[in-house]
Structures are given as C-alpha cells and as structure tokens.
C-alpha cells in the first residue's frame, strides 16, 4: 500500500523567494514519484517525475526535486517563484512493478506575493 | 501532445437523474480513470480501466458506474445522482506500464442540486 503526505495545505512565498513543497511519501514497494501542477480551472499537468533513473530530477518551469530514501522525501523546489507559479501542486506515489494506481496527496496551494 | 477531453467543463443536474461524464483520449492509451477533487481531500480515485470492457473499482466507487466499449472513450454514470456527488471531477489516461504518467483532462465541475 502507498500512500503520500503533503506538509502545508496552503504556502506563501514572495516574487524571487525560494519555493519549498513538502512530500513525504510511504510505500511497501519501490516507488515512482511525481508531482503535478494544476492552475485555476484546468486538469493536472505533469511537472517532473522519478522513476529511479537519477535521485536528483528536473522538471519544467524551473522546478526540480530531490528523491530520499532514507527521509522517504520527495521535495519540490524553485529557487525563485514567480506571480505565474501561483497553482496547486500535488505530489503523488505509485508502485514499480505491473499495473499501478496513482495515489495523491491531498494538494499544496502555493501562494505568490508581489 | 496527448490530448483528454471532457465532454462537458460545467454541469447542473437534480437529485435523482442519471448523469453522464464522458472522457475520450486521442494516444491510445490501455488505462483510463475517473478521479473526483475536493477540497482538502485531494483526488480520489473512483473507477479505472485497463482495457476494453474492463473495469476495475477504485478507493471511492458507491454510487457509480462505468463504461468502456471503445479503447478511446470512457464513461462515468452517475446511477441517481445526489447532492453529496456535487464536485469536480477529472479523468485521466495513460499508457501500460506504471512508470509513465497519466494525462488528465480539464475537468468538469459538477453540480447536484
């Protein structure tokens, strides 16, 4: 069973600050990890996602994350926001072998200050 | 680019109708699904398909049904809607194997009244 906590329903950054979202992820299988955007009236788009090929995985936008086994972590971050980073971001865990179900966490809505 | 379409972005519908949501996917994908999103709760998965005619329930299916008769169309009925199914709901697609991610349509935000 997977499962993933998402720390901060709400975050506010200011214009240029550094952006941090907080994903701790449980799993009893080695685990694909991902994180989706989605802006104000649209589906979720794919950000980036880590299929065990490299801990350390870029995305668009700017966005990267670090996966940690050892912390069961997996943090979005950018190292300066911008007013049209401004969505809800979701972090979500699903299993490697065969046929696997996406499981999300309950969302991030990242807040941008001019 | 992959493209899922929801047929309806808004829908207002009476306690008690039956309601139907429709999904189609343009990549041929084998997994299609229905998500609802609220408020705090994030997505939770209803019902999801692996193949034609296949289905398979997911963590929160009371209430619904599905259809897949064509590889590119998946359907959510409502069987008697209520007041409690008002929310936003998203359908997804993806390829076979588990590492590739879903793409999801725009939504439709349904309201029960």
């Known amino acids: 069973a997977q499962s993933v906590t998402q720390l901060g329903s709400h975050v506010s950054v200011s214009e240029g600050a550094l952006v941090l979202l907080r994903c701790n992820y449980s799993?009893?299988?080695?685990?694909?990890l991902f994180w989706y955007v989605q802006y104000p009236n649209q589906g979720l788009q794919l950000l980036l996602k880590?299929?065990?090929?490299?801990?350390l995985v870029k995305g668009i936008n700017g966005f990267e994350a670090e996966f940690k086994k050892s912390e069961t972590s997996f943090h979005l971050t950018k190292p300066s926001a911008h007013m049209s980073d401004a969505a809800e971001y979701f972090c979500?865990?699903?299993?490697?072998?065969?046929?696997?179900?996406?499981?999300f966490g309950t969302g991030t809505r990242l807040l941008v200050s001019p | 680019d992959v493209k899922v379409t929801q047929s309806s972005r808004y829908l207002v519908k009476r306690t008690g109708e039956k309601v139907f949501l429709e999904c189609v996917q343009d990549m041929d994908h084998e997994n299609m699904f229905w998500y609802r999103q609220d408020p705090g709760l994030g997505l939770r998965l209803i019902y999801f398909s692996y193949d034609v005619k296949m289905k398979e329930k997911g963590d929160i299916p009371e209430g619904y049904s599905v259809s897949r008769e064509k590889k590119e169309r998946f359907s959510l009925i409502l069987e008697s809607a209520s007041t409690n199914q008002t929310s936003m709901y998203l359908c997804a697609s993806s390829p076979g194997t588990g590492s590739q991610p879903q793409h999801f349509g725009d939504g439709t935000r349904l309201s029960i009244l």
């Open positions: 799993s009893s299988v080695p685990p694909y």
């Open positions: 979500a865990v699903s299993g490697q072998v065969g046929f696997q179900k996406l499981v």
């Open positions: 880590y299929t065990s090929a490299a801990t």
